[in-house]
Nanobody, 121 residues
């Protein structure tokens, strides 16, 4: 497994921007598919965005398409989520997730501790 640490959360007004980062401890970071999830109060954790090991493929949940951008730097073992045009409904705890590129969903997954993002109206 890999140790993941999120940073960059905080409080922002609606329409503003934030950048979340996820730092991974493992040297084989480039072998991992990376994803962001979020969980709002009283709701289930939901997928936000994902990026393949080579950064050749990205995937976004419909609510964030066109506003969020996921990227990764394998040389620095980091993944970033740039969030623009933030809405109050984006308020949640955001989690970084890593899974070996050869593993199936739910297998050998690692999670960060989560970081709060609050968007005020």
């Amino acid at each position: 497994q890999v140790q993941l640490v999120e940073s960059g959360g905080g409080l922002v007004q609606a329409g503003g921007s934030l950048r979340l980062s996820c730092a991974a401890s493992r040297r084989s970071f480039s072998d991992y598919t990376m994803r962001w999830f979020r969980q709002a109060p009283g709701k289930e954790r939901e997928f936000v965005a994902g990026i393949s090991w080579s950064a050749g493929r990205t995937l976004y949940a419909d609510p964030v398409k066109g506003r969020f951008t996921i990227s990764r730097d394998n040389a620095k073992n980091t993944m970033t989520l740039t969030m623009n045009s933030l809405k109050p409904e984006d308020t949640a705890v955001y989690y970084c997730n890593a899974r070996p590129s050869w593993a199936a969903l739910g297998e050998f997954e690692s999670w960060g501790q989560g970081i709060q993002v609050t968007v005020s109206s």
